[in-house]
């Protein structure tokens, strides 16, 4: 599966920013989706998670009740609604794919897109 992020930008601390990924090569149903978000010198980390049918949904406590990930299988996308954004946000946002528990277990992936920068300025 290929997948394409697109959402990013410059957002004031407060704001808010919606982040997506359009998958193609592949059903979106048969994965796993995500979010990861790496800054220089950093490991990736996990932002979000939601499950193949959109039953579930994960969050990284940092991110929670700011962040919503949804899914729209029929579009071959999936969404990450960034509200109350705050400088310490700033990172490259990475959307993944997995076909297996990696995602679930918020250790990686089997699939990434090319990353979309998001900038929150205080």
């Known amino acids: 599966v290929q997948l394409q992020a697109s959402g990013g930008g410059l957002v004031q601390a407060g704001g808010s920013l919606r982040l997506s990924c359009a998958a193609s090569?592949?059903?979106?149903?048969?994965?796993?989706m995500g979010w990861f978000r790496q800054v220089p010198g950093k490991e990736r980390e996990f932002v979000a998670a939601?499950?193949?049918?959109?039953?579930?949904?994960y969050y990284v406590d940092f991110v929670k009740g700011r962040f919503t990930i949804s899914r729209d299988n029929a579009k071959n996308t999936v969404y990450l609604q960034m509200n109350s954004l705050k400088p310490e946000d700033t990172a490259v946002y990475y959307c993944?794919?997995?076909?297996?528990?990696?995602?679930?277990?918020?250790?990686?992936?089997?699939?990434w897109g090319q990353g979309t920068q998001v900038t929150v300025s205080s």
């Open positions: 993944a794919a997995d076909a297996g528990v990696r995602l679930l277990q918020q250790t990686g992936s089997d699939y």
């Open positions: 090569g592949r059903t979106l149903s048969s994965y796993v």
């Open positions: 939601i499950t193949r049918h959109g039953g579930s949904t």
